[in-house]
């Protein structure tokens, strides 16, 4: 079945940068769309970046656009974040998302990050 485990969230300064991986698997991962999103406290889950299948075409949401990257390996099954200056406002569990050509979603149990000094 389809499995998704992020890593790499944590504690990180303002200002700072933190990259985030998805470890994919039990599915062909080179046909699926990959998204990441977050939550914040009292917030409803947002899209932050997503990319398709090949890796060539990305999109990001304004408040991270210029600061994050999406990235994936489709030898190695990973989806990565890169997240450079990092705001407060950027504190959020964050999820990876793999969609189908079905336009199904499977999730991540979700990664924390906290930005705060």
């Known amino acids: 079945q389809v499995q998704l485990v992020e890593s790499g969230g944590g504690l990180v300064q303002p200002g700072g940068s933190l990259r985030l991986s998805c470890a994919a698997s039990?599915?062909?991962?080179?046909?699926?769309?990959m998204r990441w999103y977050r939550q914040g406290p009292g917030k409803d889950r947002e899209l932050v970046a997503g990319?398709?299948?090949?890796?060539?075409?990305?999109y990001y949401a304004d408040s991270v656009k210029g600061r994050f990257t999406i990235s994936r390996d489709n030898v190695n099954n990973l989806v990565y974040l890169q997240m450079n200056s990092l705001k407060p406002e950027d504190t959020a569990v964050y999820y990876c998302?793999?969609?189908?050509?079905?336009?199904?979603?499977?999730w991540g149990q979700g990664t924390q990050v906290t930005v705060s000094s």
């Open positions: 990319i398709e299948r090949t890796g060539q075409n990305t």
């Open positions: 039990g599915f062909p991962f080179s046909t699926y769309a």
């Open positions: 998302c793999a969609r189908d050509i079905w336009a199904r979603d499977y």
